[in-house]
């Protein structure tokens, strides 16, 4: 596992509080894989209802609260495959 998702998976059980209702899955492009669910964030690859993929720098930007998750969506920085009504909850949740 990279330091990029265990960075990322500290951050997004921090900024969180708690667990995801659905179950979420960020790719991290060259760095691996983030599932988010009830139990909240977790370094895995699994089947989700929903994949977001995006850069290294986009992850962190959203992360960080510099990039909007609509916006990166908007502008092809984030890639969503599957549910869209679970990519907007999540969406909520990082906000």
């Given at each position: 596992m990279s330091d990029v998702v265990t960075e990322?998976?500290?951050?997004?059980?921090?900024?969180?509080?708690?667990?995801?209702?659905?179950?979420?899955?960020?790719?991290?492009?060259?760095?691996?894989?983030?599932?988010?669910?009830?139990?909240?964030?977790?370094?895995?690859?699994?089947?989700?209802?929903?994949?977001?993929?995006?850069?290294?720098?986009?992850f962190k930007a959203i992360l960080d609260g510099e990039e909007n998750p609509t916006t990166a969506f908007m502008t092809g920085k984030l890639s969503v495959d599957g549910d869209m009504g679970q990519a907007m909850k999540l969406a909520g949740v990082l906000s």
């Open positions: 990322a998976v500290a951050a997004l059980n921090a900024k969180m509080d708690g667990g995801f209702d659905g179950k979420a899955k960020f790719v991290i492009e060259d760095e691996g894989s983030i599932i988010i669910d009830e139990a909240g964030a977790r370094a895995a690859d699994e089947e989700a209802e929903v994949t977001l993929t995006a850069s290294t720098e986009t």
